[in-house]
């Protein structure tokens, strides 16, 4: 086990290293001139040698590959240089909102694998006519823009029944609505993969001869198909994980929540490059680490990988 | 099992198939290109002309749908909208393809060493959450239709590209294009008369699926704000306009919001009925 760890850190090295790269190229390549920016934000008229001056101070006289060495032996420390907007170091900004957004999409995780449980089980269980209509409904629910589900919560919850409120303080009370808007969609198309998978693993062999043995089917459900489709939805559990974090910016942006979202959009709308690499960086990261405990899952949930790998 | 001679035909077609969600897809689609071609025969006010006296106006006989913040026609707006919000889903879905398409080909039809580097590619792109690399390119283009379609357009790109090429890899292993090779069948032969055909229908699945999930993501773009910039008409852009006005004029978020829903559900169930179509397992039953 500890070697199948090791052995798929090696194999992500390339995988960080790239993305590290594409996270350095946008910044590199993005149009406009970092130095005239801010020399002209700060109101000055530049002169060539100031230009030149300024240009070494960052380092941006060199080639394209020196910079990213040396942009990367910054990064691997987590330094990001300090915001443009602000002032303040990155580092220190991205850490104030991180815990926010972690707590919102882990959150909307939990109610979505919860709520594709419930409607995955009940579109295999439930005969022809109720499991199309529950389908339809499935397919409705994944089809609402998350934008939209929130204002139509907002209108219910807070307008109409004022269970809630709009402006909080970042308790947990204030977390539910956001999070409920982000796992209803996510749990809806978890919700399609459950039943598409137990659908799949219903046509196969196996399945046929659990019946014809006799046996009934919630030990076929639990026994049978629950531990084949468990590896499977721990890797769509993680890729839902990496989704909530990008769709957290827009529930965020909607209820207020104090998360990264806001920061980001605020970094989008005036340019501060710095906080964008950042982020990009920090939810890669997080997004990865999530994907390589998905992984470890699904091999420790597969007596088949396990015994392989095991055996050699 | 009594109730499974009862079972009308009609109905069995429709819920077995797929096909009624199929249908409504389409007419839904069918129905959203003849609206937008309605300016053409019917009078409407043009979608950018304010009128300060109906300000945030209910729907009455002059306004259908209402006014918004500006007096703008809401109804006008939203069908002027329609071109802009699906033209751009369309546009970012075909440069996907672009990229996608022979991406995935060349992988799965080359393997190897070609197939890992381009595939190892890929990874590395998918490895960053969709729309926080949307963002970030966003970001470092500035807020715009344009960009935000290029944004979604480089997020989404690899995880079609390795759908391709799963679909490529799977249509290469059967028996009949192993038999067209042994009989002296060129390559481009092969791929062209034996591995696209059999690529095509699942792709178009997939097409519209995706189609769905990219008109969702330019839509939330242009909500935040980030996506197409006002005045342009879009459905995203539209409900961002209205959220200030929440609790005074909630006709404005209604119909947007209302717009984008049934768009995206049309792609969702011309992909699934599709899927359902093409799907010839049967579950055993108990």
């Known amino acids: 086990m500890l070697r199948f760890i090791l052995i798929r850190l090696a194999t992500a090295i390339p995988t960080l290293l790239g993305m590290s790269f594409v996270a350095f190229a946008i910044v590199a390549l993005a149009p406009g001139d970092p130095v005239m920016m801010e020399l002209r934000a700060m109101g000055i008229v530049p002169e060539p040698e100031d230009i030149a001056a300024l240009k070494a101070q960052f380092g941006l006289d060199k080639a394209f590959l020196p910079r990213y060495l040396e942009w990367l032996s910054r990064a691997i420390r987590f330094e990001f240089g300090t915001s443009v907007a602000t002032g303040r170091s990155v580092l220190s900004e991205i850490a104030i909102h991180l815990p926010a957004t972690l707590a919102l999409a882990g959150s909307a995780l939990v109610g979505a694998v919860i709520i594709s449980l419930a409607l995955g089980t009940l579109a295999v269980t439930s005969n022809n006519v109720a499991g199309a209509g529950l389908r339809g409904f499935t397919i409705l629910l994944v089809s609402i823009p998350s934008f939209w589900m929130a204002l139509l919560l907002i209108h219910a919850f807070v307008l109409q029944l004022g269970w809630a409120r709009l402006v909080g303080d970042g308790s947990a009370w204030d977390l539910v609505l956001p999070a409920l808007t982000l796992s209803l969609g996510a749990g809806a198309a978890l919700g399609r993969v459950v039943f598409e998978r137990v659908r799949a693993e219903k046509s196969e062999d196996y399945v046929r001869l659990a019946i014809a043995k006799g046996l009934k089917p919630l030990p076929i459900m639990l026994g049978h198909i629950a531990p084949r489709i468990i590896g499977p939805l721990v890797t769509a559990w993680a890729n839902t994980f990496g989704g909530l974090l990008g769709g957290a910016v827009i529930v965020e942006s909607i209820f207020g929540w104090p998360g990264l979202g806001q920061l980001i959009l605020q970094a989008i709308s005036q340019r501060d490059f710095p906080v964008i690499q950042a982020y990009l960086v920090f939810m890669g990261l997080i997004f990865f680490v999530t994907s390589l405990l998905a992984d470890i899952v699904v091999v420790l949930a597969d007596p088949q990988l396990r015994r392989r790998l095991n055996g050699d | ?286």
């Not at chain 2, 001679?5 to 797929?18: E, F, Q, T």
């Not at chain 2, 879905?93 to 190892?120: F, K």
């Open chain 2, 1 to 286: 099992m009594t109730e499974r001679g009862l079972r009308i035909p009609a109905l069995r077609l429709g819920l077995r198939g797929g096909t009624a969600g199929l249908i409504l897809g389409l007419v839904l689609l069918t129905g959203f290109a003849a609206i937008s071609l309605a300016p053409l025969i019917f009078e409407l006010p043009p979608p950018e002309k304010m009128d300060l006296l109906a300000r945030l106006a209910a729907p009455s006989s002059t306004h259908p749908l209402g006014a918004d913040h500006l007096g703008r026609d809401v109804l006008s707006r939203l069908i002027a909208a329609i071109p802009v919000s699906l033209g751009a889903a369309l546009m970012a879905m075909a440069a996907i393809l672009m990229i996608a398409l022979p991406w995935g080909l060349i992988a799965g039809l080359a393997g190897g060493r070609v197939d890992m580097v381009m595939m190892r590619l890929a990874d590395i792109v998918m490895a960053f959450p969709t729309l926080v690399l949307a963002l970030a390119v966003i970001g470092f283009m500035g807020a715009s239709l344009e960009a935000s379609i290029i944004g979604v357009a480089a997020a989404w790109w690899p995880s079609n590209a390795r759908l391709v090429r799963a679909l490529v890899l799977s249509a290469g292993q059967r028996d009949f294009v192993r038999a067209a090779y042994l009989g002296g069948a060129s390559r481009l032969r092969v791929v062209l008369r034996h591995i696209l055909p059999q690529v095509l229908p699942p792709l178009a699945v997939i097409i519209s699926l995706e189609t769905a999930s990219v008109l969702l993501a330019l839509s939330a773009l242009s909500f935040l704000g980030i996506g197409a910039q006002p005045p342009t008409p879009e459905w995203g852009a539209m409900l961002n306009e209205a959220r200030p006005f929440f609790a005074q004029a909630p006709h404005m978020l209604l119909a947007p919001g209302l717009a984008v829903t049934l768009a995206v559900l049309a792609f969702n169930l011309v992909g699934e009925g599709l899927r359902d179509l093409l799907d010839k397992r049967e579950p055993y039953q108990w």
